[in-house]
Structure formats: structure tokens, C-alpha cells
């Protein structure tokens, strides 16, 4: 598989039809060209990951495994991923981070202030 996909980096008649030799099938050969080399077209090889699984078929007991191309599992990429923010616990923050926080407590305590507080409910216990 990987020599195929090799020879669809490189577009020419001679590697299309070659590589229609082995797979016969236009459509495939349509994406394997398309697709297929534009995503591995950076890699230099390494496009297969093989994963084996741990059952055997049942029948003939042949180890199982799942072929998959590199490039196109998007749950392994660490591109898409967001990064979260480091935080340090047991340090003082920064003279600049002390301050932006401060100036927050600032203005959400004047918010607190004009609010009317509640009264509390008062309770009385009934001797018999």
C-alpha cells in the first residue's frame, strides 16, 4: 500500500497508470491521486499505522489488526486541540496579573454593594 501511495505524490501518466495496474478501479485511483497525496504529499513516508487487536478470527484463529492512514484520523492530531491554561499552584501571581485582578474585585464590589440584602428568616421554637 505505501508504494502506491509514494507514487501518487508523483503526478504523472507513468505512476497513474502503474498504480491502476495493481488496484483496477478508477474511482480509487481518482482518490488516491486527489485526497490521498494532497494530505500525504509533506510526509516522506510512514503512511500506514497498524493497530493490532487482541481477539483472533474465529475459523482459521489469524491475528486480526486495523490498517489506517496517518494523516487522516483526526482524534491523533494535536493541531485541532485546544490548550488550556497552565495554572501553578502555591505561587503568588505576577506584579501585572496581582494587579488586573484586583481592579476585577473592584468593580464587582460595588455591584454587591447596591443590591439590597436579604433579610434573615428568624425562627421560633415552640415549648410545649
Known amino acids: 500500500m505505501e508504494p502506491l501511495i509514494t507514487k501518487a505524490k508523483d503526478n504523472s501518466t507513468h505512476s497513474r497508470r502503474t498504480v491502476m495496474s495493481y488496484l483496477q478501479n478508477k474511482e480509487s485511483v481518482t482518490a488516491l491521486f486527489g485526497e490521498v497525496a494532497g ?8 503512511y500506514t499505522r497498524i493497530i493490532k487487536f487482541a481477539d483472533v478470527r474465529l475459523g482459521d484463529a489469524a491475528e486480526m489488526c486495523m490498517m489506517e492512514l496517518v494523516d487522516f484520523n483526526d482524534l491523533y492530531k494535536k493541531d485541532g486541540a ?18 488586573v485582578a484586583a481592579e476585577a474585585a473592584d468593580v464587582e464590589a460595588p455591584e454587591a454593594e447596591s443590591k439590597p440584602k436579604k ?10
Open 39 to 46: 494530505r500525504t504529499a509533506d510526509r516522506p513516508g510512514g
Open 119 to 128: 433579610a434573615a428568616k428568624k425562627t421560633a421554637k415552640k415549648k410545649d
Open 82 to 99: 485546544e490548550k488550556k491554561a497552565k495554572t501553578r499552584r502555591g505561587r503568588k501571581p505576577k506584579k501585572g496579573e496581582g494587579e
